[in-house]
Nanobody
Framework: VQLQASGGGLVQAGDSLRLSCAAS????????VGWFRQAPGKEREFVAG????????GYSDSVNGRFTISRVNAETTVYLEMNGLKPEDTAVYYCAARKTMWYSREKTDYNYWGQGTLVTVSS
């Protein structure tokens, strides 16, 4: 499956953004999806994940309570709603998919990756 992440941009601290991860040519049905991010000079880290059915999700401690991952399984898109953005949220955000029930917090567990979308939060 080919993935396309979009929705990034330049915002101010406290603002909101919604990222989208679109699967080209097919739905996300059957795939767990994760969002990761990579800041300059840092490792790619887990942000949020959602299970195949959309009823199980999880977040990193740094975004828990501010970000929300969602999906409608009949659709080809998974969303990451980001509220209360902080300068430390600045990174390239990637979506990834794996053909399993559960999401994973490990980037090596994902088979498919989007190209990334840049989020820049100014103070």
């Amino acid at each position: 499956v080919q993935l396309q992440a979009s929705g990034g941009g330049l915002v101010q601290a406290g603002d909101s953004l919604r990222l989208s991860c679109a699967a080209s040519g097919r739905t996300f049905r059957g795939y767990a999806v994760g969002w990761f991010r990579q800041a300059p000079g840092k490792e790619r880290e887990f942000v949020a994940g959602i299970g195949r059915r959309g009823d199980i999700n999880g977040y990193s401690d740094s975004v828990n309570g501010r970000f929300t991952i969602s999906r409608v399984n009949a659709e080809t898109t998974v969303y990451l709603e980001m509220n209360g953005l902080k300068p430390e949220d600045t990174a390239v955000y990637y979506c990834a998919a794996r053909k399993t029930m559960w999401y994973s917090r490990e980037k090596t567990d994902y088979n498919y990756w989007g190209q990334g979308t840049l989020v820049t939060v100014s103070s």
